[in-house]
């Protein structure tokens, strides 16, 4: 099995800052990593496919990058709404999920 | 517009058997190229990926809990069902359905439902 870990798991930062989220594969998954934002009480909601492209009507300041085994979401400058929980999950050999980064107001 | 739905029991009992169904509209699952998956998510945990099913009626199950899963499809109904045999409280969770498309034959979950709570008691 893959192992997906993230860092950090609970992020304060305050709006207009930028904001990285790393997460790490136990073996290489080449590009085939999502990332995926959540609210409390709703459903996954993805931002990030294939590692680096962007899901249709996200917004421009999220972005991913990386390959083989360490990937980063960035957010540019965050805003209200972004405070939220993120996942990673890869699917290059059946679908593991990160355990999650909080992103919290500072 | 994709849609899609989890329907079934709100508690269970421990040793029972769960069926759970997703519902969705906006595609077909007899269209080439795409599936349903099931993802659960204990409170305050991570999400857990189950199992999944393709149009051509191809699987994958979770190893740790491949024993206890069973997925099928009615294309008819625009449904695809799970069932997870002996439940036990440590599968309380909310379990999601969601559409899975691909971009070079590899498969990601791109629209979810808004999910069930399941409570097993003991």
């Known amino acids: 099995d893959i192992q997906m870990t993230q860092s950090p798991s609970t992020l304060s930062a305050s709006v207009g800052d930028r904001v990285t989220i790393t997460c790490r594969a136990s073996?290489?998954?080449?590009?085939?990593l999502a990332w995926y934002q959540q609210k409390p009480g709703k459903a996954p909601n993805l931002l990030i496919y294939a590692a680096s492209s962007l899901q249709s009507g996200v917004p421009s300041r999220f972005s991913g990058s990386g390959s083989g085994t360490e990937f980063t979401l960035t957010i540019s400058s965050l805003q209200p709404d972004d405070f939220a929980t993120y996942h990673c999950?890869?699917?290059?050999?059946?679908?593991?999920f990160g355990q999650g980064t909080k992103v919290e107001i500072k | 517009q994709i849609t899609l739905k989890e329907s079934g029991p709100t508690l269970v009992k421990s040793t029972q058997t769960l069926t759970l169904t997703c519902t969705f509209s906006g595609f077909s699952l007899s269209t080439s190229g795409v599936g349903v998956g099931w993802i659960r998510q204990p409170p305050g945990k991570a999400l857990e990926w189950l199992a999944l099913?393709?149009?051509?009626?191809?699987?994958h199950y979770s190893p740790s809990l491949k024993s206890r899963l069973t997925i099928t499809k009615d294309t008819s109904k625009n449904q695809v069902v799970l069932t997870v045999t002996n439940m036990d409280p440590v599968d309380t969770a909310t379990y999601y359905c969601a559409h899975m498309t691909h971009s070079s034959g590899y498969y990601y979950f791109d629209y979810w439902g808004q999910g069930t709570l399941v409570t097993v008691s003991s």
């Open positions: 999950q890869q699917y290059n050999s059946q679908w593991t």
């Open positions: 073996q290489s998954i080449n590009s085939w």
């Open positions: 099913i393709y149009w051509d009626d191809g699987k």
